[in-house]
């Protein structure tokens, strides 16, 4: 059994329920939805067919695709690779067509992503910019394990969160180095190679950079199977951790010799409709940030109208569809009754057992903090830490819901140790 496997946290069965999925691809036990989506052959010519028949084809094929991992899931062999254009290829080629209209997110600001005119809320082109990626040992034991997530983090944001802890990556969207698809999917295998149990896509926020992720997959579901040297020197610019090539471990990386890897959405969850018919194929394990209520926080906090709607329909999709995901609420100082309260009601109502983070680690940083330059006093109230009172009260809702959160939100504290 291997050191990811014997981690204590899989002894709690909501935890191993809710994550099995995710669990037997870590542990190359089964194949990545990425490497499935390779295996399912398309039957039109992709750049040729308009948008409307390319989603046609998603709709035709995801019940191919679904029944497939179904089957895989339960011991059936992968298969082999269709041997021509993939249902993997066909998410690349639309939602690249999608960046020229763009709706990836709830913004639907339909600007022409390629051009150099107008730009959306997010104030992105089509380049997309990575701010720095490594192993990240601070996220949840279950991402982490013993050898750190995989993370990349994207530059800008479609929300404006007044204090958000990334506010140099979010609202600066020139941060970062601009990365092609490729360079992208090489940084993706150098950290599944050194060990990381998951590629965890974040920022910002990943959905305004579908185009150059999905494409990033596809290469690694396609022809990435050992980068070159100007691939690698390329994409080790902005890496900032402290682990080196020299420690590839390809045994820890594949399934049947081939790449293999759970990917991870680490995201806000604004996501358009159909950004989520695009990813239900490709993402293996979702981390939803939930942590407005109905009312209008998010609209003087984060300068983003209809989040609960969004949230919510997106987080109800991951449950009809039986994803395997955890979700994240932050306790915000003086939120309880707005937020804390309406989301975990909501989850405790349509997402009974869904593992909860209930996050204590709120800090007053970007246009809340009162010794920053960005400060804005308008923020006042959001510039403190939450009190002792409010952190215990936020998880004496959750008890008192039956929401599962208490392996996940207090398994630092359990083992007091850095696994
Ligand atoms: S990603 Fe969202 S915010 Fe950015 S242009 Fe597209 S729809 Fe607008």
Not at 25 to 35: D, I, L, S, W, Y
Not at 90 to 115: G, K, P, S, Y
Request: proline share 6%.
């Amino acid at each position: 059994m291997s050191e990811f496997e014997q981690l204590w946290v899989w002894s709690d069965p909501a935890i191993a329920e809710s994550l099995g999925w995710y669990r037997a691809v870590a542990e190359n036990r089964r194949p990545a939805k990425f490497r499935i989506a390779r295996s399912v052959p398309v039957t039109l010519s992709l750049e040729a067919a308009p948008e409307e028949a390319l989603w046609a084809e998603v709709e035709r094929l995801t019940p191919v695709f679904l029944a497939r991992l179904a089957a895989v899931r339960e011991g059936a062999p992968l298969g082999p690779p269709a041997p021509g254009a993939s249902l993997l290829e066909l998410c690349a080629v639309l939602v690249r067509r999608m960046l020229a209209h763009c709706n990836f997110c709830r913004w639907d600001c339909e600007v022409d992503r390629t051009a150099n005119g107008k730009l959306g809320a997010c104030k992105l082109g089509a380049q997309t910019r990575v701010s720095t990626y490594f192993h990240h040992h601070g996220e949840e034991l279950v991402y982490r394990g013993r050898h750190g997530s995989g993370t990349i983090f994207f530059t800008s944001c479609n929300m404006r969160c007044a204090f958000c802890q990334n506010g140099d990556i979010s609202t600066d969207k020139d941060n970062g180095v601009v990365v092609s698809a490729r360079t992208l999917a090489t940084m993706a295998w150098l950290l599944r190679m050194e060990g990381c149990h998951n590629i965890n896509w974040v920022g910002g926020d990943p959905t305004i950079h579908l185009h150059t992720i999905v494409e990033a997959i596809a290469i690694l579901g396609g022809d990435l199977a050992k980068p070159g040297r100007v691939d690698l020197e390329t994409a080790l610019a902005p890496k900032s951790d402290h682990v080196f090539m020299s420690l590839l471990r390809p045994e820890a990386a594949c399934f049947e010799s081939a790449f293999n890897v759970p990917m991870l959405w680490n995201s806000n969850f604004f996501m358009s409709a159909e950004a989520m018919k695009i990813l239900r194929i490709l993402i293996d394990v979702w981390l939803p940030d939930f942590k407005f209520g109905p009312g209008r926080c998010a609209v003087t906090l984060a300068r983003t109208p209809r989040t609960w709607e969004t949230v919510t329909e997106n987080l109800a999709l991951l449950g009809d569809w039986g994803e395997d995901l955890t979700v994240r609420h932050l306790v915000m100082p003086g939120h309880i009754d707005c937020c804390t309260r309406p989301v975990l009601e909501w989850i405790a109502e349509h997402m009974p057992g869904v593992p909860v983070n209930v996050m204590d680690q709120y800090r007053p940083e970007n246009f809340c903090d009162p010794r920053g330059p960005k400060y804005d006093p308008r923020h006042a109230a959001m510039a403190r830490r939450c009190t002792a009172a409010e952190v215990r009260e936020a998880c004496r809702l959750a008890e008192s819901l039956g929401v599962a959160y208490e392996t996940i939100t207090h398994e630092k504290s359990r083992t007091r140790l850095w696994l």
